[in-house]
């Protein structure tokens, strides 16, 4: 293979689509972080625009014929959730998104597959809310979404350029023909790694949050993959052009929607809770 062809290769440095999303990570990343780190109504608001900005790719891929009112109903369900659950309200959070995913359902019944309309405003609204109620619901929330963060990130970029560097075996061709089992282990294993390092640096268990960190980045991984069964599902190579070298906002955060709301069963039923909590 020539140094050309090699510079092009998917995921190479000299790749465009690869240099994209680097200057797309440096630009994101830290709005990110600062906002989380601020917290409260700036970091509800942030994440309410995305949450619309997904919702609205969401509809827009899957439903070719969809009204305004279509998008309507997917944004409000999607801003609404994560508005509500920045002030600390589960109950009317569960009842406003359950109520956006019937609304957008019978919305889309005349146009065939009310399920799909149902799934994509419950998943985006859901995992909306869910990433808002891990910062703001209890004490340590920030520890707690910088050890989501680094864990889903690292999993999602390592996945990535291994699957890319090294290849290999496909993982899910009918989902995607770029994802191979390399990429799944590398994304574990580095997933898993930077759950533990945040967690020794805030002084929480490692090994404790080493075993909360592996699922995390399966669920991680298995987002992405859903995300792109969906897309192949709708006959879409990317859900949005929004983000240069990602695609669409839902293409950026597949990853953490599942494992977001992992995040919300573990902190619910885990035994010694989600790491960072209470800190």
Same mark, same amino acid.
């Given at each position: 293979m020539s140094a050309d062809n090699t510079a092009r290769r998917r995921g190479a440095p000299?790749?465009?689509?690869?240099?994209?999303?680097?200057?797309?990570?440096? *630009?994101?990343?830290?709005?990110? %972080?600062?906002?989380?780190?601020?917290?409260? =109504?700036?970091?509800? %608001?942030?994440?309410?625009a995305?949450? &619309?900005?997904?919702?609205?790719?969401?509809?827009?891929?899957?439903?070719?014929?969809?009204?305004?009112?279509?998008?309507?109903?997917? =944004?409000?369900?999607? *801003?609404?959730?994560?508005?509500?659950?920045?002030?600390?309200?589960?109950?009317? =959070?569960?009842?406003? %998104?359950?109520?956006?995913?019937?609304?957008?359902?019978?919305?889309?019944?005349?146009?065939?597959?009310?399920?799909d309309a149902m799934i994509g405003a419950a998943y985006?609204?859901?995992? &909306?809310?869910?990433? *808002?109620?891990?910062r703001?619901?209890?004490?340590?929330?920030? =520890?707690a979404v910088l050890f989501l963060l680094a864990v889903v990130w690292a999993a999602d970029t390592f996945a990535y350029l291994a699957g890319s560097w090294i290849g290999g075996p496909k993982l899910l061709p009918a989902a995607s023909p770029n994802k191979t089992w390399a990429g799944l282990a590398a994304g574990? %294993?580095?997933?898993?790694?930077?759950?533990?390092?945040?967690?020794?640096?805030?002084?929480?268990?490692?090994?404790? &949050?080493?075993? *909360? &960190?592996?699922?995390?980045?399966?669920?991680?991984?298995?987002?992405?993959?859903?995300m792109s069964l969906a897309k192949r599902r709708f006959g879409v190579k990317d859900a949005g052009d929004l983000i240069p070298g990602h695609g669409g906002v839902l293409d950026r955060v597949d990853a953490l929607m599942l494992a977001v709301l992992f995040a919300g069963a573990w902190r619910a039923l885990g035994p010694d809770g989600w790491p960072g909590a209470g800190l």
């Open positions: 000299g790749d465009p689509v690869f240099v994209k999303r680097v200057v797309s990570a440096l *630009v994101l990343a830290p709005v990110a %972080i600062l906002l989380v780190w601020a917290g409260g =109504t700036a970091f509800s %608001i942030f994440v309410a995305f949450a &619309a900005a997904m919702a609205w790719e969401w509809v827009r891929m899957s439903d070719r014929a969809a009204p305004p009112r279509a998008f309507a109903i997917a =944004t409000g369900a999607a *801003v609404g959730a994560a508005l509500l659950a920045g002030q600390g309200e589960p109950l009317w =959070t569960l009842a406003w %998104i359950a109520g956006g995913a019937v609304c957008a359902g019978l919305d889309r019944r005349r146009r065939g597959r009310a399920l985006v609204a859901g995992a &909306a809310a869910m990433l *808002v109620s891990l703001e619901g209890e004490q340590g929330g920030l =520890t574990l %294993i580095c997933g898993t790694a930077a759950g533990a390092g945040v967690a020794a640096l805030v002084g929480f268990d490692p090994v404790y &949050a080493a075993m *909360v &960190a592996l699922p995390t980045a399966l669920a991680a991984v298995m987002g992405d993959l859903a």
